[in-house]
């Protein structure tokens, strides 16, 4: 977590003498080596988050994460988007969304995020949604967007409210820093938990009450409800290429984190695990993107 306040915090440097928000590029500005892109062909999404920069009309735009998302997202008008894809190999997701400017580099959007289970069916099969609005502050090259959505699932007993933000940092001309964090609080259902069957008097009763002193205690499998929080954050460095900027390269750090509810297993010979719903994975995060459709690629050298 420090990680990611520290690159909200320092995610932009005012440049008061422009009024705007801005880092001077670290690159060289001889124009023998290098061109200076007049275009970003990566500032509609983050990672697996969109930003709310619309893609233009009729332009693909494809994103692979960590070789088992596969994401295609297309422009049906220049403020109207659709994104699909699958999630190897258990998930299909499906995600319009809608962005109009109403100021000088702010846009507003709102869209939905629909996903289910592939290859299951009911009641196995995981059904979720996310309806969220959300706003952009910034232009193509640094820019943050911040979203509010309701989530609701058939694996949850209640809906409840999904924070995210991501943001984009032009570092180079080819290099960027891109972020986002999803945070969500809520319910969730632990099955197959043992519990001791109890009597009218709230005491634990036995197999064999004629044994008392060998019989083991009676127990019932139940699902118990606790409360928990779910954290998804996604740090990278973003490398444009040099001979076709519409393609690039991203590199860094996924962090998921489920943690906040606490219940106990109670066993037949009348001991009791108290246990959480902690559950922690970090992991490497490799994406590859590329825009496709009607758009000239641009050589940087």
């Excluded at 590029?25 to 892109?37: A, G």
């Excluded at 460095?237 to 750090?253: A, Y």
């Excluded at 109670?266 to 490799?286: E, K, M, R």
């Amino acid at each position: 977590m420090r990680i990611l306040l520290l690159f909200l915090v320092s995610f932009f440097v005012v440049d008061k003498a422009q009024g705007v928000l801005s880092l001077p590029d670290s690159t060289t500005t001889d124009t023998s080596k290098y061109t200076t892109p007049t275009d970003n062909h990566h500032c509609y999404r983050y990672i697996f988050m969109q930003s709310g920069i619309s893609l233009p009309a009729k332009t693909l735009y494809y994103h692979n994460f960590n070789f088992l998302m596969n994401d295609f997202q297309y422009g049906i008008t220049n403020n109207l988007n659709i994104s699909a894809g699958v999630v190897l190999p258990l998930y299909f997701y499906a995600s319009p969304k809608y962005s109009v400017d109403v100021e000088n580099n702010q846009r507003l959007m709102i869209g939905d995020i629909a996903i289910t289970s592939l290859f299951l069916k009911d009641p196995h099969k995981a059904k979720m949604n996310v309806l969220y609005a959300g706003y952009l502050f910034g232009d193509d090259y640094d820019h943050f967007t911040v979203c509010m959505g309701y989530f609701t699932a058939n694996f949850t007993p209640d809906a409840s409210l999904m924070y995210n933000i991501g943001g984009s940092k032009k570092l180079t001309p080819t290099v960027y820093l891109i972020g986002e964090l999803w945070f969500n609080t809520g319910t969730q259902r632990i099955a197959n938990v043992s519990q001791w069957v109890l009597d009218e008097n709230g005491n634990k009763t036995l197999v064999d009450p004629s044994n008392p002193l060998a019989s083991p205690y009676k127990t019932s499998i139940v699902s118990k409800f606790v409360n928990r929080t779910t954290l998804f954050a996604n740090i990278q460095l973003r490398l444009i290429s040099n001979k076709n900027d519409t393609k690039s390269w991203s590199f860094g750090l996924a962090y998921y984190s489920n943690f906040g509810g606490e219940y106990d297993s109670q066993n037949s010979d009348g001991t009791a695990q108290h246990l959480t719903n902690y559950f922690s994975f970090p992991v490497p995060s490799i994406s590859f993107t590329q825009k496709i459709g009607k758009v000239e690629p641009k050589l940087r050298f």
